[in-house]
């Protein structure tokens, strides 16, 4: 230390954790990385793969069988989650098809019910604020899991939507400000 220079220890920011994925990471974690393993250099094929299969739900959203709906948005999560852990290619790659298939979602929950659009658009942003402060900031307290159950609950009780689709997009803009702000105040 310079003579007349203050040495001051900045703290890091809080680690927020998203709220469900470490739990659910502890208890599928070892068996998802068993069956990883055996995927090697496929992953990205894999990560494709799931992202397709994602896509597929919006289409049955959107003609209303929401619950084929949510159970093949629920198997394109396991096979993301599966492509994640086989290669570290995944990195960059399987975050980004994940926030199209989030997004996709309240776009097929507009296109059954052009009522839910609004509410739709709202989730879809702050989805969209949410990937942003990721991509820069690391992860909030909203990730896959929470938004996975939300869209089930949707699916379940489609009358529903807006209030999930308003509570979920709140959740996002508050998770990517406090990520922001933590980073910012450093």
């Known amino acids: 230390m310079q003579s ?11 680690p927020y954790k998203a ?10 974690g070892p068996a998802l990385g068993a069956v990883a393993r055996r995927f090697g250099r496929g ?6 793969l799931a992202f397709v ?16 709906g949510a159970a ?21 790659l399987g975050p980004v098809l994940e926030v199209v298939n989030f997004a996709a ?4 929950f507009a296109l059954g019910d052009p009522a839910r659009a609004l509410p ?30 939300a869209f089930a609950v949707a699916c379940v009780f489609p009358d529903r939507f807006s209030l999930v689709a308003y509570i979920i997009g709140v959740l996002c803009f508050v ?3 406090v990520r922001v702000a933590a980073r910012r105040s450093v």
């Open 43 to 48: 992953a990205t094929a894999l990560a494709l």
């Open 120 to 149: 739709a658009v709202f989730l879809m942003f702050g989805l969209s604020a949410q990937a942003a402060a990721t991509l820069r900031y690391g992860r909030g307290f909203i990730a896959n899991t929470e938004l996975l159950i």
């Open 53 to 68: 299969v994602g896509l597929a739900a919006v289409p049955l959203i959107a003609w209303n069988f929401l619950w084929a």
């Open 19 to 28: 709220m469900l994925d470490a739990v659910l990471g502890r208890l599928f």
């Open 72 to 92: 093949v948005f629920a198997v394109s999560q396991i096979l993301a989650a599966i492509a994640a852990r086989a290669s570290a290619e995944n990195a960059s």
């Open 175 to 177: 998770s990517a400000g």
């Open 4 to 14: 007349g220079s203050i040495d001051v220890a900045v703290p890091n920011p809080p």
């Open 105 to 108: 979602l309240p776009f097929g």
